[in-house]
C-alpha cells in the first residue's frame, strides 16, 4: 500500500517535472528556426504534458498514462529534446502506477 504522503509527494513532483518542461519548452521555441511546425508539435507536446499532470493531480492514472504514451510517442519526432520528454514521461508513468497501487492492499493474484 502506498501511503498518502508518497502519493502527494508524486503529484507535486510531476506537476513540478511538467511546469519546467513546459519552460524548457518555451526556451526552444525561441531558437533560430522557428517555424509554425515547431509551434504545433511544442503546442501538443505540452498539451499532453499537462493532461497527464492533470491526470495524475485528480487521480485519474489511465490519463496519466496516456499523457505520458502521448509524450514518448510524439517525442521521437523531436530528438533534440528526448533529454526531457522521456524523465517527465517515465514521472508520468511511475506516478501512475503509484495512484492504481493505492488502494490496493492485498497485491496477491491467487485470491
Known amino acids: 500500500?502506498?501511503?498518502?504522503s508518497e502519493i502527494t509527494a508524486v503529484r507535486a513532483l510531476a506537476v513540478l517535472a511538467v511546469a519546467a518542461?513546459?519552460?524548457?519548452?518555451?526556451w526552444s521555441l525561441g531558437q533560430p528556426g522557428y517555424n509554425s511546425t515547431r509551434l504545433l508539435l511544442y503546442a501538443v507536446l505540452g498539451g499532453f504534458a499537462i493532461v497527464g499532470a492533470a491526470g495524475i493531480?485528480?487521480?485519474r492514472p489511465f490519463v496519466g498514462a496516456g499523457g505520458a504514451c502521448g509524450l514518448v510517442l510524439l517525442g521521437f519526432w523531436q530528438?533534440?529534446?528526448w533529454l526531457y520528454i522521456f524523465p517527465v514521461a517515465?514521472?508520468?508513468?511511475v506516478a501512475a502506477v503509484l495512484l492504481v497501487?493505492?488502494?490496493?492492499t492485498n497485491l496477491s493474484v491467487t485470491e
Open 90 to 93: 517515465g514521472l508520468l508513468v
Open 101 to 104: 497501487n493505492q488502494g490496493n
Open 79 to 81: 530528438a533534440a529534446l
Open 57 to 59: 493531480v485528480y487521480e
Open 21 to 26: 518542461f513546459l519552460g524548457v519548452l518555451g
Open 1 to 4: 500500500m502506498v501511503a498518502t
